[in-house]
C-alpha cells in the first residue's frame, strides 16, 4: 500500500519522518504553505524533508483547492493520511484514496473532539493520547486504527505535551509499518455515547482573570503557552505577554505581606529575578514575559507599575 501525506504543523513532520524510516511506500507529500508560518500555530514545512526523501511535495493554502486534488489524482494514493491540519477535507478528496483517509487526533477519543485538544488537556487536566483513525464526514468521529495514552506531567506547557505526543505517535507509525504496506490496518468503531467536543479557542482566550486560583492561572499560562499565542494581562496601556510562571511557595514571601487585590505585583526580586504576583489565592512567579511583543527581564519594566488589569479601553480589541 502507498501514501499520500498533507498537513504543516510538528505532528505531520514526525509522521513523515517516521513513514520514511519505516520504509512505507510514501508517493506525495502536500504542505501548508510556507507564507502561512505566523498565521498556523506550531507550523512546520514539510518541503525539506519530502526533498530529502525523494518524494514529489506540492504546497497549498487551501485542502479544497483544486490544485490539491489535481495533484492527488495524479499520484493515485491507496491512502490518504491527514496529520495537524484543522481544515476540514472534502469528500471528494477522500474519494481518491482507494482505502480512504487516516486522521490524527492527541486525545483519548471519543472524548476530546474538536478544536485546541493540547491546550483544553492542559485546562482541564485531561489525559492526552495518540489517536489514528479514519477520516469520516464528522470529525474525529471514525473508527481507531490505534490508540495510546500519553502522560501529562504536572508543570507539562504545550510545547512539552506536542513533543511528548509527536514521539508516541512517531513510535505507533514504527509499530504499524508492517500493517500499512500490506494494507491490513486495523479498525474499532468508537462509542459515539462517550463523545464530548472542545471548542475551538482564540487568541483573546489568553486573557488572564488575576481573580481566579493560582492553580488556574498558571493553567491557563501552561495550555497557552509556546506554539500559541500565550496568556496575557495588562499593565497600564502595556500587553504582558506570561510565557512562563511557577506556583509560589509559602517560605518565599514573607508572612507580613499585606493582603492584596488579585492582580497585584507583591514582590519583586533582585536583578535578573522574577515578580510575583497576586492571585485570587496565593500568588505565582513571573519566570518569563514579554512587554509590547518585546522579550524583556521581568523586573525592568514591571517593577514600574503595580497592578495588572484588564484591557484598558482605547486597546480592548487586543488579543
Known amino acids: 500500500m502507498n501514501v499520500a501525506l498533507m498537513g504543516g504543523v510538528s505532528s505531520t513532520h514526525a509522521c513523515l519522518d517516521a513513514l520514511v524510516r ?7 507529500v502536500l504542505g501548508l504553505d510556507e507564507s502561512l508560518a505566523t498565521q498556523v500555530s506550531d507550523y512546520a514545512s514539510l518541503r525539506p524533508l519530502a526533498a530529502t526523501a525523494g518524494v514529489p511535495f506540492k504546497s497549498f493554502f487551501r485542502v479544497a483547492d483544486p490544485e490539491v486534488e489535481s495533484f492527488m489524482r495524479k499520484h493515485d494514493p491507496d491512502l490518504i493520511w491527514v496529520i495537524g491540519l484543522s481544515q476540514i477535507v472534502p469528500p471528494n478528496l477522500i474519494r481518491i484514496a482507494r482505502h480512504g483517509a487516516v486522521g490524527f487526533h492527541p486525545t ?3 472524548r476530546g473532539r474538536g478544536r485546541a485538544p493540547v491546550a483544553w488537556t492542559i485546562l482541564l487536566g485531561e489525559p492526552a493520547a495518540v489517536n489514528l483513525f479514519y477520516l469520516t464526514d464528522e470529525p474525529d ?3 481507531i486504527i490505534v490508540q495510546r495514552e500519553v502522560p501529562v506531567l504536572p508543570d507539562d506547557y504545550s510545547e512539552d505535551l506536542i513533543v511528548r505526543t509527536n514521539s508516541a505517535l512517531a513510535e505507533a507509525i514504527l509499530d504499524l509499518a508492517p500493517l500499512i504496506k500490506a494494507g491490513t490496518l486495523p479498525r ?12 475551538k479557542r482564540t487568541a483573546a482566550d489568553g486573557l488572564i482573570d488575576w481573580s481566579k486560583t493560582s492553580a488556574d492561572v498558571y493553567r491557563l499560562i501552561r495550555a497557552a503557552g509556546r506554539p500559541y499565542p500565550g496568556a ?3 499593565l497600564g496601556a502595556h500587553k504582558v505577554t506570561v510565557w512562563r510562571a511557577r506556583p509560589t511557595a509559602k517560605s518565599d514571601l514573607a508572612p507580613n505581606l499585606p493582603v492584596t487585590e488579585p492582580g497585584m505585583i507583591i ?3 533582585q536583578p535578573g529575578a522574577p515578580v510575583a504576583v497576586r492571585c485570587g ?8 514575559v514579554e512587554i509590547d511583543s518585546e522579550t524583556t527581564t521581568v523586573e525592568a519594566q514591571l517593577a514600574v507599575r503595580e497592578h495588572f488589569s484588564d484591557p484598558p479601553k482605547e486597546t480592548e480589541d487586543l488579543s
Do not use: C, K, N
Open 22 to 28: 519505516a520504509g512505507v511506500d510514501v508517493i506525495a
Open 108 to 110: 483519548m477519543l471519543p
Open 141 to 143: 468521529a471514525g473508527d
Open 188 to 199: 474499532t468503531p468508537q462509542d459515539h455515547s462517550r463523545a464530548s467536543y472542545y471548542p
Open 232 to 234: 496575557f494581562s495588562y
Open 267 to 269: 514582590r519583586v526580586g
Open 281 to 288: 489565592d496565593g500568588a505565582l512567579w513571573l519566570d518569563e
